[in-house]
């Protein structure tokens, strides 16, 4: 699955398919802000599957957050490297990475957990709060439905989605140590994506 999702990726015009012109917007700006308000000014966030940058590490940045991004393909970091010159940006698998513990005032996840097989999520859940220091919070986006190995196109190339219920993630997140802020189903461009705030239960 993983590596369908970059080469999918790494093939596709993603950028002028699904990104062109995106902004944060509604909802996503006022759950962002809601994130700020949990973490310190000028904290550093890390950002699973920053993609392009944009546009949320653009965003982040702009709010003068320190953003290290990781994407699994090589397209997307030479991208944000040029679209945020202001973040740091490492290509590579979430699973590989090696961060210390409590190292971030927050971690995010737009749009890039459920093209992780499922059955792995708690474990990257459990990495997210070990990664995040102990008054942090997490915003990420997850499939708002049942799906295991489900494919679509995006940008020419054929991509995979893997995810939970909403009940079954938000068990998941609590079992990894968090507590939810705050959730919200989005539908945009036929997709459906489950929208979680949340902070270390030990808060």
């Known amino acids: 699955m993983r590596e369908d999702v970059k080469e999918g990726y790494e093939k596709g015009d993603y950028e002028s398919d699904y990104r062109q012109g995106r902004e944060v917007r509604g909802k996503e700006k006022e759950l962002f802000r809601k994130l700020f308000d949990e973490i310190p000014e000028n904290s550093r966030v890390l950002d699973l599957g920053c993609g392009t940058g944009l546009p949320f590490d653009r965003f982040l940045v702009e709010q003068g957050f320190d953003v290290l991004g990781v994407d699994i393909a090589e397209k997307h970091v030479e991208m944000a490297e040029e679209n945020v010159p202001e973040g740091k940006f490492v290509a590579g698998d979430f699973f590989e990475q090696d961060f210390r513990s409590g190292s ?82 989005e539908n945009y461009r036929d997709e459906s994506h489950f929208w979680i705030l949340a902070t270390p239960a030990d808060r």
């Open 104 to 185: 971030f005032d927050a971690v995010v996840s737009m749009y890039a957990i459920f093209h992780i097989p499922r059955d792995e999520h708690l474990e990257l859940f459990q990495k997210m709060h070990d990664w995040l220091a102990k008054d942090g919070a997490i915003l990420v986006t997850l499939g708002a439905e049942e799906m295991d190995g489900f494919r679509d196109e995006i940008g020419g190339e054929e991509l995979v989605w893997s995810s939970y219920s909403p009940e079954k993630s938000l068990e998941l997140l609590e079992k990894a140590g968090f507590e939810i802020i705050e959730t919200y189903t």
